[in-house]
C-alpha cells in the first residue's frame, strides 16, 4: 500500500513492487504489447503478513517457514546468519510471526541482530522500529472517517487500481486491512513480553522490550528531540567546564552553540520530520523552523537567579504559542537550592516549557 511510516517517507524511499498502481500500469502495459486482456492477480493484497502465516499454519505448511528468506540485506555478509534482523522486511516478519503463533519455528540465529531484546545499534534501526510500532498504534487509533482523512494521498492511488466495489467501499476494505495489521503487532509484542520481559533482569537499552515500557512510540518526535537534547546536555556541558568555567552568560552560549552544532547531524538523522538548522540568535538557538526554541541562562550568585527567574517567565509570554521552549540553566554554584522545584514551577505553569539544571 506504500503507506508511509513518518511524514518525510517519501516514495522513492519505500517499495511499491506490488503497489496497486504498478500492477495496474504493468496490467495496462502488457495488454497494449498482448493485444489483448492481460490480467495480473494479487491474490493476498488484502491480508497481512500475519494472516498469511495463520493460513500456512492452518494448511499444515508451517515448515516451510524455515526455509523462506524475507530480508531486503541479503547482500551484505552476516556470518552464520541469513537475516540482518533490522530492515523492514525483517521486523514485519518477526512481529507477523509472534502474532501467528509460529515462534518456535523462528530460530534466534536467523537474525544477525535481535531487536527484541537486545540493544539496537543504530540510528536507523532504533528509528525504523520505532517507526513500525508507532504506524501499528496508530491504525489501530483511527475512525474510518481520520483514515481516510490522513491517508487520501495514498488512497486516491490505490482506490483506481484495486478491483471491486466502489470507492468508499474500497477504503473500509483497507481500513480494516490496516487497523487488523495494527492490532496484530500488539499481539505480537503481548507475546514478545510474555517469552522475553523477565522481571529479575534488566530490560537492554534501546531493545524493543525498553523502547515499548517507556512507551517511546506515543510520543511525538519533537519531545523525543528535548529528550535527546537535555541527555546530551547533561552529559556534555560539566565535562567541558569541569577546569574552566564560562566568563559569563554570553561565553556559556557559545560554547553551547558549539555542542548543539556538532551533534546536530546526529538529530538530522533521529529526527528527520524536524528541520534541525541550529542558529545562535534570539532566542538564543531554535531548529530551522522554530518548533523548539532553546534558552540558556547562567546564574552565578543569588540576585542574578532572580533576575533570570523574571526572564524566563517574560520568555513564556513573548514566543509563540506554538513554539515550545527548553531552558538550559547552568548552574555549577548551586544558587538553585531545589531542582525539581524549580523546574515544576515553570512547567506546570506552561506546558509548552521544559527545564533542565545542568552542573
Known sequence: ????????????????????????LLESLFSLINEERFEIHSPFFFKTKSDILTNLKTVGGADLLTSSVSCSKTFQHFESSTHCGLCYQCTDRRFAIY??????????????????????????????????????SQFCKLSLDAFADKYARELIDIVDYVKGGNDSEKI????????????????????M???????????????????????????????????????????????????NPPANENDFNDKLDGILNAEKDQFIREFPGIPFALTKSIPDHSDYDQQLLIESKYPKEKSRLSKITDEMAADLVKYPKTSNILFVVY?????????????????????????????
Open 193 to 243: 513480553r510474555s517469552i522475553h520481559d523477565n522481571p529479575n533482569e534488566h530490560v537492554q537499552k534501546d531493545s524493543l522490550l525498553k523502547l515499548v515500557d517507556e512507551r517511546e512510540y506515543l510520543k511525538p518526535d519533537l519531545e523525543r528531540l528535548t529528550s535527546s537534547i537535555i541527555t546530551m546536555i547533561k552529559r556534555s556541558v560539566p565535562i567541558m567546564f569541569r577546569n
Open 331 to 359: 548552574d555549577p554554584h548551586r544558587t538553585i537550592h531545589n531542582d525539581q522545584k524549580f523546574s515544576s514551577d515553570f512547567e506546570n505553569k506552561d506546558t509548552r516549557c521544559k527545564v533542565t539544571v545542568v552542573r
Open 99 to 136: 502474532s501467528a503463533g509460529l515462534v518456535n519455528l523462528d530460530n534466534r540465529g536467523l537474525y544477525h541482530e535481535d531487536f527484541i531484546t537486545d540493544s539496537i545499534k543504530t540510528v536507523e534501526g532504533k528509528i525504523g522500529i520505532i517507526d513500525y510500532v508507532r504506524q501499528a
Open 1 to 24: 500500500m506504500n503507506v508511509p511510516r513518518r511524514e518525510d517517507m517519501i516514495n522513492a524511499r519505500s517499495s511499491r513492487t506490488t503497489h496497486p498502481k504498478t500492477i495496474g
Open 172 to 191: 473500509e476494505t483497507l481500513w480494516n486491512l490496516c487497523k487488523r495489521h495494527g492490532q496484530q503487532v500488539f499481539d505480537a509484542i503481548k507475546t
